[in-house]
T-cell receptor, first 114, second 113 residues
Framework: EADIYQTPRYLVIGTGKKITLECSQTMGHDKMYWYQQDPGMELHLIHYSYGVNSTEKGDLSSESTVSRIRTEHFPLTLESARPSHTSQYLC?????????????FGQGTRLTVV | DQQVKQNSPSLSVQEGRISILNCDYTNSMFDYFLWYKKYPAEGPTFLISISSIKDKNEDGRFTVFLNKSAKHLSLHIVPSQPGDSAVYFC????????????FGTGTRLKVLA
């Protein structure tokens, strides 16, 4: 059972608002990821982190920002939401040190910007 | 340029029969290939993986085959059950210092009762 949690599950917000999507994991994993997915499309990596105070931009350009102040917490922030940000946001974590190969995903946040 | 490709957006199979989902890749720096199952409005759930040095891995009804020369892998589900109906994503782990997971576009499997 994966212990990675995302809040909120669903969010409808007006254009121009600042939002933070929360992601926490209790597995002590060093690596964390944010993916963005639209229906019928692949999961696009937008941010990842190797550990505390380490963040990198992913393959898909995103106007969002992330922080990794604690191992278990990897929030994503949009300073000014726009309708083009409407999508599903998926957080994941993995631990290369244990020999496990898979990334574990949270349940996702469905964001709608109106 | 898409490094992991799933060319079949959908597949319908009769209950009890075999489901075969396919995936192609272009990058030789992947060390593991993985299959995930996803329901709408949920996060992907890990199913099975295979090391790049293996050619087969089996777990219950799920078997993954890897053909390195063709850069192709497939997931076999036998026997297929209605509960298997979901979107299946092929993914690959990039070892070029990043351990990023690259995903395909998914195949929607429908198992007919």
């Amino acid at each position: 059972e994966a212990d990675i949690y995302q809040t909120p599950r669903y969010l409808v917000i007006g254009t121009g608002k600042k939002i933070t999507l929360e992601c926490s994991q209790t597995m002590g994993h060093d690596k964390m990821y944010w993916y963005q997915q639209d229906p019928g499309m692949e999961l696009h990596l937008i941010h990842y982190s190797y550990g505390v105070n380490s963040t990198e931009k992913g393959d898909l350009s995103s106007e969002s920002t992330v922080s990794r102040i604690r191992t278990e917490h990897f929030p994503l922030t949009l300073e000014s939401a726009r309708p083009s940000h409407t999508s599903q946001y998926l957080c994941a974590s993995s631990d290369s040190g244990t020999g496990n190969t898979e990334a574990f995903f949270g349940q996702g946040t469905r964001l709608t910007v109106v | 340029d898409q490094q992991v490709k799933q060319n079949s957006p959908s597949l319908s199979v009769q209950e009890g029969r075999i489901s075969i989902l396919n995936c192609d890749y272009t990058n030789s720096m992947f060390d593991y290939f993985l299959w995930y199952k996803k329901y709408p409005a949920e996060g992907p759930t890990f199913l099975i993986s295979i090391s790049s040095i293996k050619d087969k891995n089996e777990d219950g009804r799920f078997t993954v085959f890897l053909n390195k020369s063709a850069k192709h892998l497939s997931l076999h589900i036998v026997p297929s059950q209605p509960g298997d109906s979901a979107v299946y994503f092929c993914a690959a782990r990039d070892t070029s210092g990043t351990y990023k997971y690259i995903f395909g576009t998914g195949t929607r499997l429908k198992v007919l009762a």
